[in-house]
């Protein structure tokens, strides 16, 4: 028997094509499921798609942008055609850097679509069919940005909250339909963003910038997408089946341990 399989199960993964999502859908179609990848950047899921198939996978990509409904509506009610929808990754989101005189109105509404709304989308869009079956799993991606105050992140702050308190309310709402939400907050992540945001900020001070942010995780480095995605597995696992409005710390100790 193998444990965390997610076998003749159906996933739908959203930002799956590059980063954390990525991970996420290359461990969950090595542990048997179906995989749906729902991201903006088509080609980006498409080759994360290709790859699933040669590690002998199954997997679909889906050009979606969670912010409008009716595309993440359409896209959802079209896999249910063919799959039961038995887990939800809402893992799409976008980070702005800077306090609230630096953000502007549309800096604020573009995070607000994406960070809440998508969610907020593709949580609308899923929980009919899982409450039909009387099962389901969704897990949000929230942020250590969404317990402990981080400098420059007002706008990001405000919408990982938002996701954070979005698991709450789904999981109590939602409990004797079967449904289970949790969500996960991750530290800082060694991801294609973390090495641009480096890049594009810090100019010829790379190694210096990398060395300094990986420390300000207790613990002396970055996460791997495979340590989230690892997690992700297990709460979307049967194994997990007693855990239902928890949300995970995934930080090095960044939370507890800073200042003690």
């Known amino acids: 028997m193998t444990k965390f399989s997610l076998k003749n199960k159906t996933a ?6 590059s980063g954390i999502g990525e991970a996420i859908s290359l461990t969950f179609a090595q542990q048997g499921a ?6 903006f950047n088509l080609e980006a899921a498409q080759n994360v798609v290709s790859e699933i198939k040669k590690l002998g996978g199954e997997a ?4 979606c942008d969670v912010a409008n409904q009716q595309n993440v509506v359409d896209i959802t009610n079209k896999i249910a055609e063919n799959d039961t929808i038995d887990i939800l990754i809402n893992n799409a989101g976008i980070a702005h850097v800077g306090n609230i005189e ?3 109105e549309a800096d604020l ?3 607000y679509e994406v960070n809440i709304k998508g969610v907020y989308n593709c949580i609308k869009a899923a929980i009919p069919f899982m409450k039909k079956q009387k099962s389901g799993v969704i897990l949000n991606l929230a942020s250590i940005a969404s317990t402990v105050g981080l400098n420059d992140r007002f706008a990001y702050s405000m919408t990982k909250g938002a996701v954070l308190t979005m698991t709450y309310s789904i999981a109590k709402d ?3 339909d079967g449904i289970r939400c949790n969500c996960i907050a991750p530290g800082r992540v060694h991801t294609p963003f973390v090495d641009g945001f480096i890049k594009k900020n810090y100019p010829g001070k790379e190694e210096e910038m990398f060395e300094k942010l990986s420390k300000t995780q207790p613990i002396g480095r970055m996460g791997s ?3 989230m995605a690892d997690l992700v597995l297990f709460l979307c696992s049967d194994e997990a089946g007693f855990i239902t409005g928890s949300n995970y710390a995934i930080d090095g100790g960044f939370v507890t341990l800073n200042g003690n």
């Open 225 to 227: 997408t495979q340590e």
């Open 102 to 104: 630096a953000c502007e």
């Open 109 to 111: 509404d573009r995070l």
């Open 34 to 39: 179906k995989v749906h990848i729902l991201d």
């Open 174 to 176: 939602y409990i004797n």
């Open 12 to 17: 739908l993964v959203t930002g799956g094509g």
């Open 60 to 63: 679909e990509a889906h050009q």
